[in-house]
Each structure stands twice: as C-alpha cells, then as structure tokens.
C-alpha cells in the first residue's frame, strides 16, 4: 500500500486546503459499484467526484497516474494534487463525508489504521473471489451484463440469437 504522494514538492501540496476529491473507482465491479452508490447518497463536506478508473475522463484529468493501478486499489485524488492509495483513500473518502468524520479521524491512529488496512484487504479478497470464475473479472466489453436485481449475464459480442453460452 503507497499511501499519499504529493506530485510536486515545490507545490506546497500537504499545506493546501482539500476542497474536493475525486475518487477512482472500477465501474466494472460490482462492489466498488455498490460503494459509488453508497457514497453519492452521504452528506458530503467535501465535495466528491466519482470517476471510472482508468477511463478517458480519468487519464484525461490525471496524466501522471499509473491507471493500470487504479483498477486495482482504489485511488483518491485530491485537488491540491494529493493521492491517496488503499486504506489512506478510505479514511480521506470517509473524511470527507459529514456522517463519518469522526471515524476517519479514529481510523487515522496508529491502531486505526491497521484496522483500515485490514477492512481493505478483506474487500479486496471479497472482490477476488466474487469477481469472476477462475479469478477473472466480469468485463462488459467481453459480453457481461450487471442487473442487480439478477446478477451477471453473459452474451458473447458475436451473439445474435441469445442463446450463446458462458465461456
């Protein structure tokens, strides 16, 4: 886990004021799905803007960022140019929202934040095993449809008919 950079030291990045944060999230997960959602809903006090990782708008906004990463641990960004990776892009999401200051600031301890570290971890391995057969992750440019009220369905982009098979 990295944690927070600065992109440039003459900046005076970790002085600046965080007035809002953009938060990296894989669009094709639906775990990171349900957190987007779940996010959108909260009192925020600092703004936050929800942008798929590794997309256009994303390399776009962030040319200096390894997008390959950001789809693999979430990643925070805020708008003085700080980025926070893993567990540190949880509790400054947290932190940023009205309801769940308090806890930000217990998991920003020592003891916090390895209790942080650890609610990450077991995301991650919840998000492995869930992701895909054989460890893979469902892409919708491979064929796979996310209904919530259904689950995955598969359709292979030579399909016509419907009746395709899974892979």
Not at 42 to 55: D, G, T, Y
Not at 101 to 118: D, I, V
Not at 132 to 154: A, H, L, M, N, Q
């Amino acid at each position: 886990m990295s944690g927070v950079t600065t992109p440039r030291e003459g900046r005076g990045a970790p002085r600046v004021p965080v007035r809002r944060l953009t938060v990296l999230y894989d669009a094709e997960c639906s775990l990171c799905a349900f957190v987007r959602d779940w996010l959108v809903r909260q009192r925020q006090l600092v703004p936050l803007e929800l942008v798929p990782a590794a997309s256009e708008a994303a390399r776009a906004r962030f040319p200096g960022l390894d997008h390959g990463s950001t789809l693999e641990e979430i990643t925070v960004v805020g708008d003085g140019g700080q980025v926070y990776r893993g567990a540190h892009a949880w509790i400054v999401t947290l932190w940023a929202l009205r309801e769940h200051r308090a806890l930000a600031h217990r998991l920003s301890t020592p003891a916090g934040a390895r209790l942080a570290k650890g609610a990450v971890l077991a995301a991650a391995k919840w998000r492995g095993a869930v992701s895909g057969w054989g460890g893979g992750v469902y892409r919708r440019g491979d064929g796979w449809t996310y209904d919530p009220r259904e689950g995955w369905s598969y359709a292979s982009p030579g399909c016509v008919s419907g009746t395709c098979t899974a892979p």
